[in-house]
């Protein structure tokens, strides 16, 4: 008999903030107790970026998204151990959130890196970046705010491409032209496996 899971470790939710987060409105200036630009990266992973833009730059805040139950807890135990004022994470439906619970132009950036590519053919319809959430993000970002997107998929870089050319609350904008942001635990480790990356940098007009 084997021994049974950890407190907080099982597959299921077992403390309140490992709901998924209603869709309500959420308050960063409440959450964070002052009102300051706010990045908001969907599908945190490992918390890589997070805690490493937060450390780069006390000056905004940052909010981390992540459904999945076993990457929310890693994200939560990391984020906790850095101790940063500046970083929250909840466990929460990327689409969903932003759609409900994020008010217009409260956002400065968004991040999405290495987002669920579904390869598949009949999958391709749960894929985040289309054109009906990308006009989202731009309603939900301040005037000149941006959109950070990096992918190894390059079947969903391609198909990226020509939304792009509909959404048009966004301009796009090379890569280089700003400052890189941290780096994610993926791409770290698809750079050392020599994986092409494809990156889009898009700004609110």
């Not at 990045?39 to 006390?58: C, H, N, Q, T, W």
């Amino acid at each position: 008999m084997t021994d049974p899971a950890p407190p907080g470790r099982g597959r299921w939710p077992s403390s309140p903030d490992e709901q998924i987060f209603p869709n309500i409105l959420w308050n960063p200036a409440a959450e964070f107790g002052r009102t300051a630009p706010l990045e908001v990266e969907i599908g945190s992973g490992k918390a890589r970026f997070l805690i490493e833009a937060a450390r780069r730059d006390p000056g905004h805040d940052f909010l981390g998204l992540e459904l999945s139950l076993a990457y929310y807890r890693i994200c939560r135990d990391r984020v906790a151990r850095a101790e940063l004022p500046n970083i929250r994470i909840l466990r929460a439906d990327g689409r969903h959130f932003v759609e409900a619970s994020l008010a217009p132009a409260s956002v400065s950036a968004f991040h999405i890196y290495f987002p669920d590519p579904w390869p598949k053919k009949r999958q391709r319809k749960r894929r985040l970046l289309d054109g009906i959430f990308l006009e989202t993000l731009a309603s939900r970002l301040a005037p000149g705010g941006l959109v950070r997107i990096a992918t190894d998929h390059a079947d969903y870089s391609s198909g990226v491409d020509p939304i792009l050319e509909t959404v048009a609350g966004l301009e796009r904008l090379d890569w280089d032209e700003l400052p890189s942001p941290p780096r994610t635990h993926y791409e770290i480790k698809y750079g050392e496996e020599g994986r092409p990356i494809r990156r889009f940098l898009l700004r609110r007009r």
